[in-house]
């Protein structure tokens, strides 16, 4: 009677705390919010974006908390983070009216991901800071630091992966939009 008693009480408190333990590894996903325009920019090349992140070598860019605030599971690191970042600038720059140029030319833009991080905890967060250099006739024109950030209030919570794949996209349009 007693182990009963005890089972049922550990099982409740099992399911209330709403603790599971896992890991989400994300899939980069990424929808423009340039319109696209018909006028033509000029012709840009851009680099591939250099993975300069401190702590890219642990394979995880942030936690997975339960309904106390215990970490529960990591977010792993998704794969291809600078060819997601490089092509979504791309997309967007030809969006604005740029031609994507296949070798170097006059107009050279380069890049850099400083951080990438993502949590959740009744919310989805996710940072992204990216360094941007443009370089026009071999001088730098703009050499600036961008930061995208989301925090999206979901309660029920019912699918971390969406939530955090979500939070991923809206700060490196974020930052992008700057």
Do not use: H
């Amino acid at each position: 009677m007693k182990i009963r008693f005890f089972a049922v009480v550990a099982i409740s408190v099992f399911f209330l705390t709403g603790c599971a333990v896992f890991n989400a590894k994300p899939n980069l996903r990424y929808s423009t919010i340039i319109p696209r325009s018909n006028s033509m920019g000029g012709s840009i090349y851009v680099n591939d974006f250099k993975d300069s992140r401190a702590d890219k070598d642990k394979g995880i860019v942030g936690e997975i908390s339960n309904g106390y605030g215990i970490k529960c599971g990591e977010i792993e690191e998704p794969s291809n983070i600078t060819a997601w970042v490089t092509n979504a600038l791309k997309s967007e720059l030809k969006n604005a009216g740029y031609e994507i140029a296949d070798s170097k030319k006059d107009i050279v833009l380069n890049g850099e991901i400083l951080r990438l991080s993502a949590s959740n905890f009744y919310s989805y967060q996710a940072t992204i800071y990216l360094k941007v250099s443009v370089v026009k006739n071999g001088a730098v024109v703009i050499d600036k630091t961008y930061k995208g950030e989301l925090n999206k209030l979901d309660i029920l919570q019912f699918s971390y992966k969406k939530g955090i794949e979500e939070a991923l996209m809206a700060s490196l349009q974020q930052a992008i939009k700057q």
